[in-house]
């Protein structure tokens, strides 16, 4: 007995109508693919909901739905399933989207059908037989016949000009070519008459759209010749002339690495940026790190067990190591591994000291895969719950061969207290890792810390978070055009420059969310972006006319911190304030700098000490060529001994790190010594000091009436948490450090 429920199932959809009459096999998967670029369009990338799209058109489709909308049937026979056209299933994936209720997606692809249906007409146009043929076209692997109807169809579809438009233009360009007598033509050449007849007749806009990202011949030979890099940003050279800053991000890349970075770079300079933000960018009022590859995360972080991958027990580390191409592939910088106790302390129970198959063994395994892949990896410290895998950690870490993307320790500043504190041997690791920038101290506070350059993880957050993007801001530009004892004025300049770049980190995210499909990673993270201060140290000097005054710098600092988190709206990114992605920025900004001083005018810097941190100083005469200064680093002089200038500085941020490294020293205390001594004396001191509503209220006219002001002095004033952990150092050099706190001799 037959069930009625299967006589009534439809036929499965098997053939297709295409416009040419011809019948194909039906592909459910090309619509996957139709909705994926419409999802893509629309910045709300979903995989699984373009496979369900396509599943419930087929099913739609094989119910008849299709005849239904064509008002027309198409049999293989008079017994044959029904032959939906291509319209009709077009005109189903429409319904579809706005009964899904994504009308966004809907739109787009509406759009795109438009696009291809006016392709499509234009490629019907005839081009003249008298002198066509004679005309080959060159193109990049192979050779066509001349076509003006290719060329307007691509103006319809890349320039999206109207069809008669595109006609118009295209017969301009034909009669151009058969004027000049040419036997051959390149594609380049055709582009560059068409974009010649788009100036003609004003259509600069359409010009912008289907203007090629291309690379000058000249380039590339001074590429091949050696120049790397430097024949698109010959301020690379300033690094070579005394700067011994980090060289994370600056060295030579292959030459496939080179060309594609300055392609994607100047592609985001005309299609990723916002007007504004790319205006300021290349003024070099600011900088957008890593335009070379603006499909990628900066920065991941990732826990370590998930990172792992299920692998379990001593095995886990090294099952690890399989995941990390694909992660560090999704990323320009590179990937720090989180809760990492669990995983290095089964391994440090299970292998011997030193052994090539315990901890040393598997950093020596991370520093392989990172340099093979050019992006670092950073590792978060076990903690102090797994003690005895952190000593064996550190011993390893000392041994490991230093090179420019070798692996960095991540501890809490609490750790680095602890670890000062205790025997000579840990201290003197930890001294070196840390003086070494192989070790890197990090805050936080309850509720928010530290997780990658650029990341902060929220409390009981156990997923990926990604910085998306960093904007550096040429504070030493702010400082001159305002002068010195002018802080007031530099504040309302950098108000206003925040405020752009916030809107930047924007456009960024949107076009990271509309280009997911370019990056491996199949985990979907939270993502934030940073704003880098650049030339901290150097606006400071303008600003104090000569001397560095480190509450200054964390009031500036602090009004940072209050934009990243006001500036953003309802469903904007998180902001953060990031000392890491500068080191390309320093560079840039302080040559656009000494482009702009041109002639030796006033030189301010010869005022006071430390001139040739200042743009114009002796520039001319090739001294003093030393590049702004990158991240916290301030070495003040005077009352403040180094570290404690920094950890004054620090007072306002919330999380972060302490970056770049303190200078080292042989002296007890250290500077580091110093820098926990300074932090430990803040604990239970309120940061609004430095923003005192009296007094300041004419300096941050900037913030309007007293309430906003009000609000901002709160704000900042709750950067620190007062009820953070105390630590208790009982080193011989933090107890000095201690002893000698400058306040006393105020």
């Known amino acids: ?82 032959v939906p056209e291509i319209e009709a299933i077009q005109d189903c994936v429409e319904r579809a989207l706005i009964e899904l209720g994504r009308a966004a997606v809907a739109k787009a692809y509406i759009l795109y059908r438009d696009r291809r249906a006016r392709a499509r007409e234009a490629l019907r146009v005839r081009p003249p037989t008298n002198a066509a043929h004679d005309v080959e076209v060159l193109e990049a692997d192979r050779t066509a016949a001349w076509s003006k109807s290719r060329i307007a169809a691509a103006l319809v579809t890349e320039a999206e000009l109207p069809r008669d438009v595109a006609e118009t233009v295209a017969t301009r360009v034909e009669e151009r070519v058969f ?39 000249h380039d590339l030979r001074l590429l091949f010749g050696g120049e790397g890099e430097r024949c698109w940003s010959p301020w690379l050279d300033l690094r070579e002339r005394g700067d011994t800053g980090p060289p994370e991000a600056l060295e030579r890349s292959d030459l496939e690495r080179a060309l594609a970075g300055e392609a994607l770079r100047r592609f985001a300079l005309r299609d990723v940026l916002d007007a504004r933000g790319r205006e300021l960018h290349l003024g070099g009022d600011m900088h957008v790190e890593d335009l070379r590859s603006p499909h990628l995360y900066l920065t991941l972080g990732i826990p370590a067990e998930l990172a792992a991958a299920g692998s379990a027990g001593s095995d886990g580390p090294f099952g690890l190591l399989a995941s990390l191409p694909s992660l560090l592939a999704s990323t320009a910088r590179g990937i720090a591994l989180e809760d990492t106790g669990a995983l290095l302390g089964d391994l440090a129970r299970a292998t011997r000291p030193r052994s090539p198959l315990g901890l040393g063994g598997w950093l020596r395994a991370v520093a392989a895969v990172a340099e093979a892949s050019g992006r670092r990896v950073d590792v978060h410290s076990p903690g102090t719950r797994h003690a005895a895998a952190r000593a064996r950690l550190l011993e390893e870490w000392v041994e490991l061969d230093q090179a420019p993307l070798s692996p960095r320790l991540l501890l809490d500043e609490s750790e680095v207290a602890e670890l000062a504190a205790s025997s000579s041997g840990e201290r003197a690791r930890l001294l070196r890792l840390l003086e070494s920038g192989r070790a890197v101290a990090t805050f936080g506070r309850e509720g928010e810390q530290f997780a990658a350059p650029g ?110 988190s006001r500036f953003p709206g309802p469903g904007a990114p998180a902001m953060v304030v990031s000392p890491f992605f500068g080191e390309r920025a320093r560079l840039r900004l302080f040559g ?98 430095l923003l005192p509503l009296e007094g300041e209220r004419a300096r941050l006219r900037l913030l309007g009436d007293d309430e906003r002001l009000a609000e901002v002095v709160a704000a900042v004033s709750g950067a620190r948490d007062n009820d953070a952990t105390k630590v208790a150092p009982s080193s011989v050099g933090i107890e000095q450090a201690k002893t000698e706190d400058p306040r006393e001799d105020r």
Not at 193 to 214: C, F, H, K, M, Y
Not at 647 to 665: C, D, F, I, K, V
């Open 1 to 82: 007995m037959v069930d009625r429920r299967d006589q009534e199932r439809p036929e499965p959809l098997r053939f297709v109508r295409k416009r040419d009459g011809r019948v194909v096999g039906f592909d459910r998967g090309k619509i996957s693919d139709a909705v994926r670029r419409a999802t893509s369009a629309a910045g709300e990338e979903d995989a699984a909901f373009a496979d369900d799209v396509a599943a419930v058109v087929e099913m739609a489709l094989a119910r008849g739905a299709g005849r239904q909308a064509n008002g027309d049937e198409h049999r293989m026979g008079s017994d044959g399933p029904p």
């Open 179 to 217: 004027a000049a007598g040419l036997e051959s033509i390149s594609t380049s050449l055709i582009r560059a008459l068409v974009d010649n007849e788009l100036v003609d007749l004003g259509l600069t806009a359409a010009l912008e759209r289907q203007e090629p990202v291309s690379l000058p011949r």
């Open 455 to 564: 990341c902060r993880r929220q409390a009981r957050e156990r997923g990926l978070v990604a910085c998306g993007g960093a904007v550096a801001i040429n504070l030493p530009r702010l400082a001159r055009a305002a002068g010195p004892w002018r802080e007031e004025r530099m504040m309302e300049d950098l108000f206003g420059l925040l405020s752009c770049a916030v809107e930047t980190c924007r456009a960024l995210q949107r076009f990271q969310n509309s280009a997911a499909s370019a990056r491996p990673l199949t985990l979907r993270p939270r993502v934030g972006y940073a704003l880098v201060p650049v030339g901290l140290r150097e606006a400071l000097r303008v600003l104090g006319d000569g001397q560095v005054d480190a509450e200054q710098g964390a009031r500036l600092l602090g009004l940072m911190v209050e934009a990243a």
């Open 592 to 689: 656009l700098d000494v482009e702009r001083s041109g002639a030796p005018g006033v030189r301010q810097g010869l005022l006071f000490d430390g001139a040739a941190d200042v743009p114009g100083a002796d520039w001319a005469e090739g001294a003093g060529r030393r590049p702004y200064g990158l991240g916290y680093a301030l070495a003040v002089r005077g009352r403040l001994r180094p570290g404690e200038g920094e950890a004054e500085l620090m007072r306002t941020l919330p999380s972060g790190a302490l970056y770049p490294a303190l200078p080292a020293s042989v002296d007890e205390p250290t500077a580091h010594d110093r820098f926990l001594a300074a932090r430990e004396r803040q604990r239970g001191v309120d940061p609004g000091e």
